[in-house]
């Protein structure tokens, strides 16, 4: 089997929602790997506490072992992700902007060559002093960069937990019963705060599994009591369920590998084909993690810098899908509707097929089909949807006071719904 290289090249235009900048980007097609880790979980949201020894570690490689001057900026935002443009910078942040990335490693034994860079936050030389939206931008210094023209951005968020949030999910939803859906319905206790008026003062906003394409932004108020909002039997909180993620799992080259059919050396990389999907006919229990990556070697040691990159073959055997087209989809595509993760469809096999160079390690997939011209994706032709499915859910809760000048994430909930 002969593959055909080719080079994926990130464009700046990638569509926009409502919260777009809440997903991290690159704009360096020499760029890979960008995580941003939440107190060294990886399999959690980036949001971290204020205060305490929380931190946030955004880590990304240069396909070079050439040295690369870089530095970074962070900017506090709205919670519709827009610049804070209202406060002054140093009512966010303690120190200065434009540090340079000082931490970085050149990976060894390793066929592509990669240097690892890494910025923790906070750092000796910088703090967050307030909650909310953070995006962190890196550029290049070196002579010939741009320096008005990004690297690459890193989105994170910071909440000072002032609301309580209840939350439950059900598959007895407005829709249909035990189906395709699930509903959640959730109470914040504001009791803390001065609302005067829940609409102007709160924002809230509900993903599932992280998912930006699909969020529910300002769901109605269903029922007001003093210091309390429900949200119940919500129309607009019903989310098609999916179903479970794919997962595949490389560590070497010498053992068998999860989901791995295949794997060869066309000098001078390696190539993991990986069995072939389909159309999902009924719901199978899937141990996943809802879309995460974690990069890691068969050793476990020095996982950031010894981990090799291999090109890694996936195919979706469907008849070709009319009226769109079918995506890659986990964290580590960062919900990019982009060239990179578009896949191409084969007449001969009658496959859609794509290739991804991607580091070792453990990686969720699911395939979504977005319709032309619309800006949400869905799984109705891909994956199918099955009320069974254990979707995570996020609740953002943000607060501004009349005559405040910022966004505040006063709360913020990560469930996970089972059956199970």
Known sequence: MIYRLSTFLLILGIHVTLLSAQDSKIFDKDIKTLQVIANDNPLLPPVIELGGDNHIEISFDKLSHEYHRYTYKIQHCNADWTPSTEIFESAYLEGFNGEPVEEYETSFNTNLLYTNYRIRIPNEDISLKISGNYLLTIYGDEENDDPDKPVLTAAFSIVEPQVGISASISTNTDIDYNDKHQQISFQINHSQLNVVDPKRDLKIYVQQNGRTDNMVA?????????????????????????????????????????????????????????????????????????????????NDVDNATASEYVFVHFTFESPEIPGGDVYLQGTWTHNAFTPEFKMKYNQERKAYEATQLLKLGYYNYQYLFLPDGQKKANTDKTEGNFYETENNYQIRVYYRASGDRYDQMVGFQNIQFQTH
């Not at 210091?227 to 999916?242: K, T």
């Not at 999902?280 to 141990?287: D, F, G, H």
């Open 218 to 298: 300002n769901p109605q108020i269903n029922i007001q009591k003093p210091g309390v909002l429900e949200y119940a039997y919500n129309r607009n909180l019903i989310f098609p369920a999916g179903n479970e993620y794919h997962k595949f799992e490389i560590l070497g080259f010498a053992r068998a590998n999860m989901n791995v059919d295949q794997i060869q050396w066309f000098s001078p990389y390696y190539h993991v084909t990986l069995y072939p999907d389909k159309p999902a006919r009924n719901y199978i229990l899937e141990s996943d993690q809802n879309g995460a990556c974690i990069i890691r070697n068969e």
